[in-house]
Each structure stands twice: as structure tokens, then as C-alpha cells.
């Protein structure tokens, strides 16, 4: 039962990541030359984060990551079980944020400023996938240290580690929705790019794959990183 009740609060937590933070770029916009609603969005974004890490933090972690759950992984803080386990759940909480989004923008007759359920794409990168991948690559590895970092047991940030993920997710969106839309996390890249792609927007499945294995990519270096750096070895 405390396998299951993990699971749901993974669910839970990246149905809320994807709802406040993609919705409130549907509702914005995410355009560069649109200041306020770039930042409006990397700033829901890192919010988002702060309500999941006090809501369900203390349930499973609030990793609504794949990337960050390899990284707790690598590190040695979950099982491959558990890993699984989150995985899903975190694909399936994006799809129903998504889903719901799009419910509610479709029944509301609302428009949406991003064209695709604030899913993300290489438009900012000119089309380059080598460029995709390696700001998503370096942007997840920061992101990681960050978490690993703020969670180490031999740091004691006290009640502030959900805040500091928080505005540290805010900043790299700062930097990367430009760019990409900044994923620097599968499950909420999939989820509104299937949404998208039923809704007949096939563009971000296309590309959907460099979101997907980047931020993996950029995961496990990262936990590699800091696993070297926090080591007791001289």
C-alpha cells in the first residue's frame, strides 16, 4: 500500500506540474518579445514545483520527473522498482494534465497562445535537434545537481529545499523557453505532445523524443557528477 500511495502522489504531483505550469502558458504565451508571459510561465513553472514539494514531497519525494527519478536512482535513493513505478505514474499525471487542459480550453472556447498544450519544440533552436539536445542535456544536469544538492543528507536546508527547486526550475525556464520550451522532464513534455498530436497538432510528437532522452541523458550525468563531487575521496 505505500508503493501505491507513492504512486498516486507521483501522479498527482505531475498532473499539477503540467496543469499550472503548461496552462498557465496556454493562457500567456511563451513568445521571448512577450516579457511578461515568458516569465509569467517560468515562474508558474517553479511555483508549481513549491506546491508539490510541501503537498506530496514528504509522500514520495515530489520527483514528477523521470529524469529526477533516475537521478535519485544513480544515487541510490530508490529502487529500479520504484523507479518503474514513478515513471508511470508520472507519464500518466502529465497525460491527464494535459487532458484536462484541453477540456477545459476546448469547452471554454478558450484560446491557446502556445498552439500545442504548452508543449515543447526546437523553434527557438532553429529546428536543430543537436542544439535541442544539448540545452536540455545541460539544463537537467544543473536542474539534478540542484536537487541532489538540496537533498543530501549531508546538507541541512531545513524547510527551504522545496523553495530553492522551486525558483531553481523557474530560473532554467527563464533561460530555456526561448529555446525550447524547456522540458528538462519527459513526462511532461509526453503528455502534452499526445495531447496535442489527438487534437491533430502533430508537431511536437515529432520532436518529442529529443525531450525525452536529453533530460535522461542530462540526468544521469549529472548524478554521476555529483555523486564524484560529494564523495568522501581525496
Given at each position: 500500500?505505500?508503493?501505491?500511495?507513492?504512486?498516486?502522489?507521483?501522479?498527482?504531483?505531475?498532473?499539477?506540474?503540467?496543469?499550472?505550469?503548461?496552462?498557465?502558458?496556454?493562457?500567456?504565451?511563451?513568445?521571448?518579445?512577450?516579457?511578461?508571459?515568458?516569465?509569467?510561465?517560468?515562474?508558474?513553472?517553479?511555483?508549481?514545483?513549491?506546491?508539490?514539494?510541501?503537498?506530496?514531497?514528504?509522500?514520495?519525494?515530489?520527483?514528477?520527473?523521470?529524469?529526477?527519478?533516475?537521478?535519485?536512482?544513480?544515487?541510490?535513493?530508490?529502487?529500479?522498482?520504484?523507479?518503474?513505478?514513478?515513471?508511470i505514474a508520472q507519464c500518466i499525471g502529465a497525460f491527464a494534465g494535459a487532458g484536462v487542459l484541453d477540456l477545459i480550453?476546448?469547452?471554454?472556447?478558450?484560446?491557446?497562445?502556445?498552439?500545442?498544450?504548452?508543449?515543447?519544440?526546437?523553434?527557438?533552436?532553429?529546428?536543430?535537434?543537436?542544439?535541442?539536445?544539448?540545452?536540455?542535456?545541460?539544463?537537467?544536469?544543473?536542474?539534478?545537481?540542484?536537487?541532489?544538492?538540496?537533498?543530501?543528507?549531508?546538507?541541512?536546508?531545513?524547510?527551504?529545499?522545496?523553495?530553492?527547486?522551486?525558483?531553481?526550475?523557474?530560473?532554467?525556464?527563464?533561460?530555456?523557453?526561448?529555446?525550447?520550451?524547456?522540458?528538462?522532464?519527459?513526462?511532461?513534455?509526453?503528455?502534452?505532445?499526445?495531447?496535442?498530436?489527438?487534437?491533430?497538432?502533430?508537431?511536437?510528437?515529432?520532436?518529442?523524443?529529443?525531450?525525452?532522452?536529453?533530460?535522461?541523458?542530462?540526468?544521469?550525468?549529472?548524478?554521476?557528477?555529483?555523486?564524484?563531487?560529494?564523495?568522501?575521496?581525496?
Amino acid at each position: 500500500m505505500e508503493a501505491v500511495k507513492k504512486y498516486v502522489a507521483e501522479c498527482l504531483g505531475t498532473f499539477i506540474l503540467v496543469f499550472i505550469g503548461c496552462g498557465t502558458a496556454m493562457l500567456v504565451g511563451c513568445d521571448a518579445s512577450m516579457g511578461s508571459g515568458y516569465l509569467l510561465t517560468a515562474l508558474a513553472f517553479g511555483l508549481a514545483i513549491v506546491v508539490i514539494a510541501y503537498g506530496v514531497g514528504n509522500i514520495s519525494g515530489g520527483h514528477v520527473n523521470p529524469a529526477v527519478s533516475l537521478a535519485v536512482l544513480i544515487n541510490g535513493g530508490i529502487t529500479v522498482t520504484d523507479f518503474v513505478g514513478y515513471v508511470i505514474a508520472q507519464c500518466i499525471g502529465a497525460f491527464a494534465g494535459a487532458g484536462v487542459l484541453d477540456l477545459i480550453f476546448s469547452t471554454g472556447k478558450v484560446v491557446d497562445m502556445t498552439g500545442g498544450f504548452g508543449s515543447n519544440g526546437l523553434g527557438g533552436v532553429n529546428d536543430s535537434v543537436a542544439a535541442g539536445f544539448i540545452v536540455e542535456i545541460v539544463l537537467t544536469c544543473f536542474f539534478v545537481i540542484t536537487i541532489l544538492g538540496v537533498t543530501s543528507k549531508k546538507q541541512n536546508h531545513g524547510s527551504f529545499g522545496g523553495l530553492v527547486i522551486g525558483l531553481t526550475l523557474a530560473a532554467i525556464h527563464i533561460i530555456g523557453i526561448g529555446l525550447t520550451g524547456t522540458s528538462v522532464n519527459p513526462a511532461r513534455s509526453l503528455g502534452p505532445a499526445i495531447v496535442a498530436a489527438i487534437e491533430g497538432c502533430s508537431d511536437p510528437i515529432k520532436v518529442v523524443y529529443v525531450f525525452i532522452l536529453a533530460p535522461m541523458i542530462g540526468a544521469a550525468i549529472g548524478a554521476f557528477l555529483y555523486k564524484f563531487l560529494e564523495s568522501d575521496d581525496k
